[in-house]
């Protein structure tokens, strides 16, 4: 079959990684540079799976009939399937998810005239959109179809994943899930298929309690450092209980990244006309960490404040939301010095910041260094660091 992926991002690199195993794929993005790499086969993300691949597919090893291009009629043109993973985002002043690239890309297919093509969304959408769109624009080769990936892992995540969810009962709807499972790697991998608005559903609920969990155990912790407890030994005592278990229990500055915040915003202004608390509270409970965070590190009044990587997760290059943003905020707000250590940047500023590459400059004048996850490379000035990793783990 010939897909069509438009966004290459996690989700669409990973998938285009994928699917270009056994079908021609052809990826289509607005950057040349990117559309310059992935036609190289250089990975434009950090993603330890697809740069294997793609070094597989450099020396031969590996055959991957996949290439990028800045045209979207050649992308789309005979098409069996258009898989759209462009970055969507929830707008906090408009009260409003803005799916504006997905709408642009969805134009572009109907303006083909190819009744041929089936769309799949595969952005984050707010509850109701795919019927919203379908009325819209009279069509209905249009489903959602979800994307359960964690950040530098998407291709793995795509090769073991826990579950297919599909949302339309259509023939194209099982070719599709067929197409990915027959790409994965795991067995009997669950496929579930649902409508759309269910599928919609699920995204949301689904990230909205991962959210949950990091907020909780978040809270925990800053319940046990304002009280002089020993966290690890509570959340130790708290996850042996097998009904709650050992994972996602790792304290950390807040959640951030692509989807948790737009999420549990996306999900809680779908909740407008029914009542609940939990939702609210969720959002709520990650402000009101990176302010304690802030707060304690204020409290031991450092010259100046290190902030090491604006990324948040090990194997990643990206910041985008990440809590260590509104930390930095609250800090520099207060008059204090920031420096930020940050390899991926070029810039010398980022929020007003001042930002070096240098990493032995950096822990030389950096007071304390802010580490969301302990990494070796400050095993030499672990009397600097602060961190709320307890377990060496994301």
């Known amino acids: ?79 069996d399937f258009v898989i759209i993973s462009t970055p969507t985002n929830y707008d906090e002043k408009q009260n409003f998810f803005d799916t504006s690239s997905v709408e642009d890309i969805i134009e572009k297919v109907i303006s083909m005239d190819d009744p041929n093509i089936t769309m799949v969304i595969k952005s984050t959408i707010p509850v109701g959109y795919v019927e919203s769109i379908r009325k819209k624009y009279g069509i209905d080769n249009i489903f959602f179809s979800p994307e359960f990936l964690r950040e530098g892992r998407a291709l793995y995540d795509n090769l073991y994943p826990s579950r297919i969810i599909i949302g339309s009962y259509t023939e194209e709807a099982h070719i599709f899930a067929d197409l990915l499972k027959d790409a994965a790697l795991a067995d009997n991998v669950p496929v579930i298929f649902m409508n759309s608005t269910e599928a919609e559903a ?67 202004a779908n909740y407008k006309d029914v009542p609940q608390n939990l939702m609210e509270a969720i959002v709520n409970s990650n402000d009101t960490r990176k302010e304690f965070i802030a707060s304690e590190v204020l409290a031991r ?3 100046v404040v290190g902030i090491y990587r604006l990324t948040m997760k090990s194997n990643s290059d990206n910041f985008r939301s990440s809590a260590i943003q509104d930390i930095i905020k609250y800090i520099a707000g207060e008059g204090k010095d920031v420096l930020i250590y940050e390899p991926a940047l070029n810039e010398a500023e980022f929020m007003g910041v001042p930002v070096t590459n240098d990493l032995d400059s950096f822990k030389e004048n950096a007071s304390i260094i802010l580490c969301n996850r302990v990494t070796p490379e400050l095993s030499d000035v672990k009397d600097k660091i602060y961190t709320r990793d307890l377990f060496s783990r994301d």
């Open 1 to 79: 079959m010939k897909i069509a992926i438009a966004g290459t991002g996690y989700v669409g690199l990973s998938l285009a990684t994928l699917l270009s195993q056994e079908n021609e794929v052809v990826a289509l993005d607005i950057v040349p540079e990117k559309v310059r790499m992935i036609n190289e086969f250089i990975s434009p993300i950090q993603d330890e799976y697809i740069e294997k691949y793609f070094d597989e597919a450099k020396l031969g090893e590996r055959e991957l009939n996949l290439r990028a291009t800045l045209d979207y009629k050649d992308a789309f043109d005979a098409a």
């Open 202 to 268: 699920v995204k949301l609920f689904a990230n909205t309690y991962l959210a949950l969990r990091v907020a909780y155990f978040n809270e925990l912790d800053t319940y046990a450092a304002a009280k002089g407890l020993d966290t690890k030994s509570i959340i130790e005592g708290v996850s042996l209980d097998p009904r709650i278990g050992s994972h996602y229990n790792n304290p950390s500055f807040g959640y951030g990244g692509y989807c948790l915040p737009k999420d549990t915003k996306q999900l809680l």
């Open 301 to 303: 009044e450092p010259e």
